[in-house]
């Protein structure tokens, strides 16, 4: 399988070992794109475990957490990422621009996609967290054709 996260490559080469052990991210370009896959299959405890306490949404009860974000997800397909800047802001905190396109599993008459734009804002602790979002935009757009199109993501390599 092919990684959700648009890198090119395989999953097992790609975000899987950041899935299997959030501690071996070594940037945060590259938890930016094992969340987004993590996102796209489901992979809930990850999300958790990479999101740092300061966070807005960040819970303390995990099962808690863990169905918001199933209930958040349900009927969500993840279709593209682009990281579009990164940038060191301070000692252990980084921001890292993305652009990622979702849209409804089953799709009507007229497509509708989810544009989100946004600079996650990361910070080192012993591991790179999610810390928040800032600059966000959402923008449905309807009647749209291809979302990798519409998005422009690019497979770039990291």
């Not at 794109?33 to 796209?40: N, V």
């Not at 209930?71 to 993305?98: D, F, K, Q």
């Not at 910070?123 to 923008?139: P, V």
Request: charged letters at 30%.
């Amino acid at each position: 399988m092919m990684c959700p996260c648009l890198s090119g490559k395989l999953y097992k080469l790609c975000c899987r070992g950041s899935h299997k052990d959030p501690s071996s991210v070594a940037s945060p370009e590259q938890l930016a794109r094992a969340r987004y896959s993590a996102l796209a299959l489901k992979k809930y405890d990850f999300l958790i475990d990479t999101t740092h306490h300061s966070h807005p949404e960040y819970q303390e009860d995990r099962e808690s957490w863990k169905k918001t974000m199933a209930r958040n997800n349900r009927g969500v397909r993840y279709v593209g990422l682009n990281i579009t800047g990164s940038e060191s802001r301070a000692e252990g905190t980084h921001a890292v621009t993305i652009e990622a396109a979702s849209e409804p599993e089953k799709m009507d008459d007229l497509p509708k996609v989810l544009l989100v734009r946004e600079c996650s804002i990361y910070r080192y602790e012993g591991t790179w967290q999610y810390a928040k979002a800032e600059e966000l935009k959402r923008e449905v757009v309807q009647g749209a054709g291809s979302a990798r199109q519409l998005s422009g993501a690019k497979v770039d390599g990291h």
